[in-house]
């Protein structure tokens, strides 16, 4: 799939203090999501497992650390859902390719406040059954 580029900016720096409150806030949030038997996105897992490691390895503790490692971990993380050209790019093929192949109902496609997606697991589907 396409290489996405970060969604952190290169140079953010971050405290002890707030690296500690960022922790307690996302681990009540996936809690909450948790006990509503929601979805868990990968990245807040991610991201609490690396401020966590920060803060209890001291590295936080010296003032201000930089989120350059976060955004290198957030590029790693596996996207769930690709937009048409990054579908077409990623099955060679010409963009409305894509798009005919989710008119015909071949590919289906989700919406999100970013435009229509369509899932990993859709265009996994898709080649295997080689529609």
Do not use: N
């Amino acid at each position: 799939m396409p290489a996405e580029s970060s969604p952190v900016p290169a140079l953010v720096w971050l405290d002890a203090e707030l690296a500690g409150h960022l922790v307690l806030a996302i681990d009540a949030h996936v809690g909450r999501l948790r006990s509503l038997q929601a979805c868990v996105p990968v990245v807040l897992s991610h991201l609490a497992t690396t401020l966590r490691e920060w803060t209890q390895a001291g590295t936080a503790g010296q003032g201000r650390t930089s989120l350059d490692k976060l955004a290198e971990a957030l590029q790693r993380v596996p996207r769930m859902a690709y937009t048409y050209q990054e579908t077409a790019d990623s099955l060679g093929v010409h963009v409305r390719t894509v798009t005919r192949a989710v008119e015909a109902g071949h590919l289906r496609a989700v919406k999100d406040a970013g435009g229509p997606r369509i899932a990993v697991s859709e265009i996994e589907r898709y080649l295997r059954e080689g529609s």
